[in-house]
């Protein structure tokens, strides 16, 4: 049976430190011994990072930037060198306090197992890896009583997403924060549009365009002497394994937002892609472009379309057209077909977002809260590989089979004398077929 979205009370309200977390996945409860007890009532709340690449270091500064006592004891990466960049760059955000940076040097975990030596430490995690090792990483960290910050997309598989899945009822149970970095749900222009949206001022969602349209990112050279391993480990994003193609890993947030709005995820999506300007061997196996037609089951169709090639155009946002008026995204406007401006709001003075997200998580911590981001996590996860799984076919995939799909993509047990589950051929490409 297809989940629907709930209601978010958490997004027409103020955040009140002084006063219990509700709504929007955030749910006051009072946390058991088992959850809290290196927490709430402590002087220091104990913070690990597991993926310490820029997105890593970027959260652990924002978790240390909050106004409560975090400090950071251990971290995790595969690589050393990763390693030792995200400590030093952390260090230097903090140069008055040293008490926010106590990791000592055999705190700093090397290695695939790495993140269970890390995890072990401490009270709340931050899981930033490239998504393919999710899964793992969150089940382990919710079985061992962790608060978690988990980037998105949440896995890169159906069987990962099931894991996860799984692992959420189990923090809900131990009553464990999690929050994902889908952070529009904590940007202050989606909240206030959201909640006219919910007041009814365009009427019902009937269509919308999502759209992640850029140049591309960042491209890692193979270097002499890297196994085939290592190098896709470092180039990450180009093989799906790992990343799960552009569309699940940068194009989530646009497809998530339509999921929130419209209050309901897909039942069909069917599309088409491809590779027409990246086609050589350091891209990986992923597309260079993406164009899914999502049908919801209130009738809504959203056309959703990704892209990475230079010198198109670059557009990223999200529209909508209800029965009575439109939302666009681009300047957090809602207008009715009439023409009458109904909002529109200048963001500039709002705050982070991505500091937000970190400040309600440890503030729900410390009192006691618990937000449950992970279930929609791991559902908007799933619309982005369903997305995926049609472009990639050609088929119109139903939900259930998105769901249901045993094509796992992430080896369980891998260490560094493990081939990658996709190799090159003898011109040093991948297929993507």
């Known amino acids: 049976m297809k989940p629907k979205l709930k209601d978010s009370a958490f997004t027409r309200r103020e955040f009140c430190k002084t006063s219990a977390i509700a709504g929007g996945g955030i749910l006051a409860a009072s ?24 997105r890593g270091t970027g959260a652990t500064i ?11 004891v251990a971290m995790a990466d595969a690589f050393q060198d990763r390693l030792d960049s995200s400590f030093n760059n952390i260090n230097k955000e903090f140069p ?7 990791v000592k040097d055999k705190y700093k ?84 549009v959201y ?72 039942t069909t999506a069917q599309g088409m892609g491809g590779r027409e300007v990246r086609k050589g061997p350091q891209y990986g196996e992923i597309f260079d472009h993406h164009f899914v037609e999502f049908v919801y089951p209130g009738g809504a169709v959203i056309a959703s379309q990704c892209r990475h090639q230079p010198d198109t155009m670059n557009r990223v946002t999200e529209v909508f057209q209800g ?19 109904i909002l529109k709001h200048n963001a500039r003075k709002d705050p982070n977002p991505y500091q937000v997200e ?13 937000i449950s981001d992970a279930e929609n996590g791991a559902y908007s996860t799933l619309t982005a590989i369903m997305g995926r ?12 089979e998105a769901l249901k799909s045993e094509m796992s993509l992430v080896p369980e047990n891998i260490s560094w004398e493990s081939q990658p589950p996709v190799m090159p051929d003898e011109n040093g490409s991948v297929s993507y077929t």
């Open 96 to 102: 008055d306090n040293k008490k926010k940076v106590k």
């Open 109 to 192: 975990y090397v290695g695939f197992e790495a993140y269970k030596a890390a995890i072990d430490m401490a009270d709340v995690v931050i899981l930033a890896t490239p998504p393919g090792f999710r899964p793992q990483h969150f089940e382990y960290a919710i079985n061992s009583g962790k608060h978690v910050f988990m980037e998105k997309p949440v896995a890169t598989d159906a069987p990962g997403v099931r894991r996860v899945l799984k692992a959420a009822q189990v923090a809900k149970e131990k009553k464990l924060n999690v929050v994902v970095g889908l952070q529009r749900h904590y940007q202050t222009s989606y909240n206030l």
């Open 323 to 341: 029965t009575k008026g439109t939302i666009d995204m681009s300047s957090n406007s809602i207008t009715a077909w009439d023409g009458k401006e």
């Open 31 to 54: 946390l058991p011994v088992t959850a809290s007890a290196h927490v709430v009532g402590s002087d220091t709340i104990k913070l690990a990072v597991v993926g310490c690449g820029g």
């Open 389 to 400: 799984m049609a472009t990639y076919s050609g088929q119109v995939i139903t939900w259930e």
């Open 195 to 266: 909640d006219q949206l919910k007041a009814g001022a365009i009427g019902k969602i009937t269509a919308g365009q999502v759209y992640w349209n850029s140049a591309g990112v960042w491209v890692k050279e193979r270097q002499n002497g890297q196994s085939e391993l290592e190098y896709q480990m470092r180039n990450w994003y180009y093989y799906n394994w790992l990343c799960g193609d552009h569309i699940l890993e940068q194009h989530i947030h646009n497809i998530d937002v339509a999921n929130w709005f419209i209050g309901e995820y897909p």
């Open 358 to 370: 970190h400040d309600k998580l440890f503030a729900s911590i410390t009192e006691g809260g618990l």
């Open 62 to 72: 924002q978790a240390l930037s909050t106004e409560f006592p975090v400090q950071l």
